[in-house]
């Protein structure tokens, strides 16, 4: 079955430091790829997406490269903020016998920025 | 827009007790996904609906768990005789097709079982 694995936590990161959370999957078909960031009291929220190989998803400064080479997908980030603490997802999204998208998650990675 | 939003925000119970979580999704969106989110753990896949379609139960961890989706919309998870492993963060998403592969998340419901 399909699986995601990312980096444990937590990460304490110092403001403008830069910013790598890796992740790895395994996935028997051509998934999609995502990061979700979940802020503290707040839902899961989708922080990019890749769709294909060697696609680059981004989103408020952060990237993440599809590489299916090495069944990768790491979050990057050049200059961390405090307001970017939070627990990041990283996901697969495969179409299964249903035809529908089942998404599998990692177990997030906390990421804490001190000032 | 509105989003996806759950209730309670809390829910403190007693074991063996009967609890409903209760979620509405995004207007005119047909799948909707329920989670698990325990401490330290990743979100655990609970059951999927889509449209009138029979809906996936393989991730119910026992026959305690149940759902229902009343006319295509909102959808309530109901755990009989808790028990405190079942302790954790209920999330709920959707999203608007069956082929479409973003979810759209609530904020959850935080369930205490003591």
């Known amino acids: 079955g399909n699986s995601v694995t990312q980096m444990e936590g937590p990460v304490t990161l110092s403001e403008e430091a830069f910013l790598t959370i890796n992740c790895t999957y395994t996935a028997t078909g051509y998934p999609s790829l995502f990061w979700y960031v979940q802020y503290p009291g707040e839902g899961l929220q989708l922080l990019l997406k890749?769709?294909?190989?060697?696609d680059k998803g981004s989103n408020k400064g952060f990237e993440a490269t599809y590489r299916k080479e090495t069944t990768s997908f790491h979050l990057e980030k050049g200059s961390v903020q405090v307001s970017d603490s939070a627990v990041y997802f990283c996901?697969?999204?495969?179409?299964?016998?249903?035809?529908?998208?089942?998404?599998?998650f990692g177990t997030g990675t906390k990421l804490q920025v001190i000032p | 827009g509105a989003g996806v939003s759950q209730s309670p925000s809390n829910k403190v119970t007693e074991k063996g007790k009967d609890v409903e979580l209760r979620c509405d999704p995004i207007s005119g969106h047909t799948a909707l996904y329920w989670y698990r989110q325990s401490l330290g753990q990743g979100l655990e896949f609970l059951i999927y609906f889509q449209g009138n379609s029979a809906p996936d139960k393989s991730g119910l961890p026992s026959d305690r768990f149940s759902a229902e989706r009343t006319g295509g919309s909102v959808s309530t998870l109901t755990i009989q005789r808790t028990q405190q492993e079942d302790s954790a963060v209920y999330l709920c998403?959707?999203?608007?097709?069956?082929?479409?592969?973003?979810?759209?998340f609530g904020p959850g419901t935080r369930l205490t079982v003591l």
């Open positions: 996901a697969l999204s495969d179409k299964n016998s249903g035809g529908y998208q089942k998404v599998t």
């Open positions: 998403a959707s999203s608007a097709s069956r082929g479409t592969d973003t979810q759209y």
């Open positions: 890749a769709t294909k190989a060697d």
